[in-house]
Each structure stands twice: as structure tokens, then as C-alpha cells.
């Protein structure tokens, strides 16, 4: 069968429902992931640019033990979100001219994937610390703790239930035809 026309239902175009080569799809999901990444990559610049002026506030001498320890996590979770949302430039400059655009697109999402925890984690350590800094409640720990598990409900589990719908739904129409 030629190429790029509807075939088994193993082949790719099946499965993805697009007739596109492969170059053609690593293209198609390179130009995804940058956008994707571009949303992450500004977010965690600019958390991270405010973590680092934290230190040089006149209040910041007072915090105790716990917090400053809780600064100091924060602020590498924030540096490592930010190297691995940026690890895509890298990635591309590295792997470019040597024809491994699908390996260079499979790479870059999984430290984007990674970059996502630690941006996540980062959120919510700056959210634990401006809780207590600001409440001097315990308190504290369960709102950022519960402001942790929306995360994983947005970003995690509700995709993951919508995919196996997704999934579900098309099992249920073959089983019909």
C-alpha cells in the first residue's frame, strides 16, 4: 500500500487517525510540545525571578529555621523546573542536522513531563512558605497540600479519565461495526 493511504489498523495513520509521514508527524509534534512549553517555560522564569529577589528583602532576615530551610527547597525546585522546561532549546541545538527529530521530540517531552512535577512542586513550596509567613498557621501545610492534590486532579487525573473515555468510546464503536 502506498504510503501515507489508510491501511491495516495497526499502522499509524489508524491509529492517529492522519495520513502523515513520519518526519511529518515528529514535525507536528515538535511544533505541539513548543507551544506547550512555552506556557510552562514563562511561567517557571518568572516564579523563579521572584524567588531569587525574595532574599534581598528586609523581612527575609527574619524567618526562622524552618522557612529559611523551606526558601532554600524552593528555590532549587524552582531552578531545576526552570532547566528542565528550558532543556528543550538544548535538546534541539544538540540533535539538529542529525536526522533524529522523532528521539529529539520523545526526549524533550519526558523533561518537559519532568519540568511539570518540579514546577508543580515549586508552586506548592512557595505556597506553603507565603502561607506561613503570612498566617503563622498550621494551617499552612493543608492548604498547600490540598492546593497540591488539584494539581494532580488537573493535571493528571482528570486527563488520564478523559483519555480512557476517550478509549472506551472507541472500543464501544468497533464492538458496533
Known amino acids: 500500500m502506498p504510503p501515507g493511504t489508510a491501511g ?14 513520519a518526519d511529518e508527524r515528529a514535525d507536528r509534534r515538535w511544533s505541539d ?23 534581598f528583602m528586609p523581612r527575609f532576615a527574619q524567618l526562622g529555621g524552618f522557612d529559611r530551610g523551606l526558601y532554600v527547597v524552593t528555590v532549587v525546585l524552582g531552578a531545576l523546573a526552570t532547566g ?7 535538546y534541539h541545538r544538540l540533535f539538529a542536522g542529525h ?4 528521539q529529539l521530540v520523545d526526549a524533550a517531552a519526558r523533561m518537559v513531563a519532568i519540568g511539570l512535577v518540579l ?11 507565603l502561607l506561613r509567613v503570612a498566617t503563622g498557621s498550621a494551617a499552612a501545610a493543608w492548604i498547600a497540600g490540598a492546593v497540591m492534590a488539584w494539581f494532580v486532579a488537573c493535571w493528571l487525573l482528570l486527563p488520564m479519565v478523559q483519555l480512557r473515555r476517550e478509549h472506551d468510546g472507541r472500543s464501544d464503536r468497533r464492538s458496533v461495526d
Open 99 to 102: 536526522r533524529l527529530k522523532p
Open 33 to 55: 510540545l513548543l507551544q506547550e512549553v512555552r506556557v510552562a517555560q514563562t511561567g517557571s522564569q518568572i516564579l523563579f525571578g521572584f524567588l531569587l529577589s525574595v532574599v
Open 119 to 129: 514546577l508543580a512542586l515549586t508552586i506548592g513550596t512557595v505556597l506553603l512558605l
Open 84 to 90: 528542565a522546561l528550558t532543556a528543550p532549546v538544548s
Open 8 to 21: 491495516p489498523e495497526g499502522t499509524a495513520a489508524a491509529r492517529t487517525g492522519r495520513q502523515e509521514s
